[in-house]
């Protein structure tokens, strides 16, 4: 696995399963704090209504869809359409799969405004995705903990401070044994955007 100049990968957690990668500084300092705020003005940000609990509720986040034309998605029972790529969403997926080696069709693009916008949990296992999909999320902004959890388990196993200007890599099977959420934090006042970059199959 390649490394992009000035990235080092830091650790992986959970040992005797499926190992998450990070790379610390993944861009230079200055490109990503101006990534971050040209993300936050760039995209058209919305914020969908899903079923829960039989109502239809806001996510409690703002999100955009962007992708390969091809790259039709369903969240929460929700179609998403992709927005074409912008220039900057593309220029980074580019750098990401250099430095990964596995290819990404699509990405989803969530605003937190603050601590008070959250993640449940859940695993990226959506049949568009296939059986071993590599998921690579790149944050911007506020840290945020990252909770995993074993599927079937109520128990949060590890909580992981996601930084600024961090890749984090999940390989296949982190999908099919583990859970992910982002809790809330009311103490966090910054934005963050998390970028993940997935395959959708044809």
């Given amino acids: 696995m390649q490394t992009a100049p000035g990235c080092k ?3 992986q957690p ?10 610390d500084g993944f861009l230079p300092a200055q490109e990503a704090d101006a990534l971050l705020a040209h ?31 091809s790259a039709h998605y369903r969240y929460s029972g929700l179609p998403m359409a992709p927005a074409p790529w912008t220039t900057a969403l593309a220029r980074l997926r580019d750098q990401i799969q250099q430095v990964v ?9 969530n605003l937190y405004r603050d601590g008070r916008d959250s993640m449940g949990w859940h695993a990226d296992n959506e049949p568009e995705l296939g059986q071993a999909p590599w998921i690579a999320s790149f ?11 074993q599927a079937g388990s109520t128990r949060t196993a590890l909580l992981l401070p996601l930084h600024h200007n961090q890749l984090l890599l999940m390989p296949p099977a982190m999908q099919q ?6 809790p809330r934090r009311l103490r966090v006042h910054q934005a963050r955007i998390n970028l993940t970059f997935r395959y959708i199959q044809p």
């Fill in 9 to 11: 990968l830091t650790f």
């Fill in 101 to 109: 080696g596995h290819p990404f069709n699509s990405v989803l693009a």
């Fill in 139 to 149: 944050s911007l902004g506020a840290r945020r903990d990252f909770a995993l959890r």
């Fill in 39 to 69: 993300l936050q003005r760039a995209l058209p940000w919305v914020q969908p209504e899903v079923h829960l609990y039989g109502k239809l509720r806001q996510i409690p986040r703002l999100q955009s869809w962007h992708g390969d034309s």
């Fill in 177 to 182: 044994c583990w859970q992910h959420a982002l």
């Fill in 14 to 23: 959970l040992a005797g399963t499926p190992g998450l990668r990070i790379w």
